[in-house]
């Protein structure tokens, strides 16, 4: 079940563009489909809305997910000096 969900995964590397909230559900239920745990992942867009990374930030249980703000800050620090 696992490598067919991860074979199914869109490819973040084929240029990717998220213009809106719809189009952000429908690229995060295909991530997350399947997944035993509650993840927190950010998606990192450029101006054109190109996704330029997709990163998990936390994992926990179905109410009690802490994401730690200064990993996504950092994060996206990086991602802008790559960019």
Same mark, same amino acid.
């Given at each position: 079940? *696992?490598?067919? @969900?991860?074979?199914? =995964? ?11 909230? !719809? &189009? ?13 745990? *509650?993840?927190? @992942?950010?998606?990192? =867009? ?11 930030? !936390? &994992? ?24």
């Amino acid at each position: 079940m *696992e490598i067919a @969900r991860r074979v199914s =995964l869109p490819d973040k590397r084929n240029g990717t563009y998220i213009k809106g909230t !719809a &189009e952000a559900a429908i690229y995060l239920r295909e991530r997350l489909r399947g997944l035993p745990d *509650e993840n927190f @992942r950010v998606l990192f =867009l450029n101006k054109l809305n190109r996704l330029l990374d997709d990163v998990l930030i !936390a &994992e926990g249980t179905v109410g009690n997910v802490h994401p730690p703000i200064r990993k996504i800050v950092a994060k996206a620090l990086q991602v802008m000096q790559v960019a």
